[in-house]
């Protein structure tokens, strides 16, 4: 019955990479087949096996049609404008309230756009040149360049998905010399300067950007460091949807080995990095952190913190990486005590590094499931 399981697994393989492309085999929903094909082994039952394929083959490819769609087709443009029109009814003057942020002479302004995504001003005071991140809703970030009276340089996207790239090109028309930065293999709308891992982007005399390549939410999505040493402050890391205030993003386009890889990027940067992510997300995260870790006073501080600024519907951005070490689970899947929390231990024939990415598929699985109560 072992032989049948594993064959049976093999071949689900092999038939959703030939359906899919290679790009999408290993999303966290088929990462789960594995364990419930041996469960239903274990039943001696092989019309259960048969099923158990079957229902999630159906899930897959449904999930799969639906996230194409969004991600590769003009009909998620189209949801995304649809979306972007409820949220500035909803909020006509943002979902969140935020302070400008100024280190000798670098001024961050966050955003609000969408429901609950964020995009980046980044200004060089002394020119006037800015740079944008994720500038989704094109005429938040367009009105905020007008009232800063600056000059757009720079779009630094980091990843294709709507709620981050959609106002690119519209951006790019009304600013003729601005050039876009992004991953070429992520199709990123209007990108005109295509970035490897550890390219470094400037603008003005203070902005230095250096882009890293982290795949897992997608398979070309970046971050962005913004150098401290020019400035003589603290850098800023700008993560997209790769980390979140005491979370991490979903990996629709990659597996737990390749995100574990990303967020330990992340993980090597100095203490002191202020984290700008893409989502509003940190009273959510947090609560979540506070099931798996009730203990830990960092987390606790964090949250208590959180909820009066979400009370008042204000920005809980940035945190620093320091914080974000001690709180959030996705950043912290080599410690002890949150392995014990999952139940989890490392095999014999276990590597370290395969452990971990165990760990972190399973805190993901949890995040998904506790997202959905």
């Not at 092989?46 to 087709?73: D, E, H, N, Q």
């Not at 429901?115 to 905020?144: E, F, G, K, W």
Request: proline share 4%.
């Amino acid at each position: 019955m072992y032989c049948k399981c594993t064959l049976a697994v093999f071949f689900y393989s092999d038939l959703v990479q030939l359906l899919c492309g290679s790009d999408y085999c290993t999303l966290g929903l088929f990462m789960k087949l594995p364990f419930v094909l041996v469960l239903v082994t274990n039943s001696y039952s092989p019309l259960g096996i048969v099923t158990v394929i079957i229902k999630k083959t159906c899930c897959f490819l449904v999930f799969w049609s639906r996230y194409s769609l969004y991600a590769r087709t003009k009909l998620g443009y189209v949801f995304y404008k649809r979306q972007m029109k409820k949220a500035r009814e909803k909020y006509p003057s943002g979902h969140s309230r935020t302070q400008p942020t100024t280190i000798n002479g670098i001024k961050i302004i966050p955003v609000p756009v969408l429901s609950d995504n964020y995009s980046y001003v980044i200004i060089d005071t002394a020119s006037s040149l800015a740079a944008v991140v994720d500038p989704a809703d094109p005429q938040s970030v367009q009105s905020c360049l007008e009232e800063e009276g600056v000059t757009l340089e720079a779009i630094l996207c980091t990843h294709k998905h709507w709620d981050h790239s959609g106002g690119n090109r519209a951006l790019k028309r009304l600013h003729s010399s601005c050039r876009v930065y992004g991953n070429l293999m992520d199709n990123i709308p209007g990108l005109t300067h295509p970035l490897t891992d550890k390219d470094t982007i400037d603008v003005g005399t203070k902005l230095r950007f250096r882009a890293f390549y982290t795949p897992g939410h997608t398979v070309g999505h970046m971050i962005y460091l913004l150098d401290g040493r020019v400035f003589g402050g603290p850098s800023s890391l700008f993560s997209g949807d790769l980390v979140f205030l005491s979370g991490c993003g979903r990996m629709f386009e990659g597996n737990a080995s390749t995100m574990l890889s990303s967020l330990d990027t992340v993980g090597s940067l100095n203490d002191d990095t202020l984290l700008w992510p893409g989502h509003e997300y940190a009273e959510d995260n947090l609560l979540f952190a506070a099931e798996l870790e009730p203990g830990n006073i960092t987390r606790e501080q964090k949250l208590q913190w959180v909820l009066q600024q979400r009370g008042q519907r204000l920005c809980t951005s940035p945190s620093t990486l320091a914080e974000e070490k001690q709180y959030n689970p996705f950043l912290r899947s080599h410690a002890q005590d949150l392995q014990q929390a999952l139940g989890l231990q490392q095999n014999h024939d276990e590597d370290w590094t395969s452990y971990r990415a165990r760990v972190l598929e399973e805190l993901r699985r949890r995040k998904d499931i506790y997202k959905s109560r």
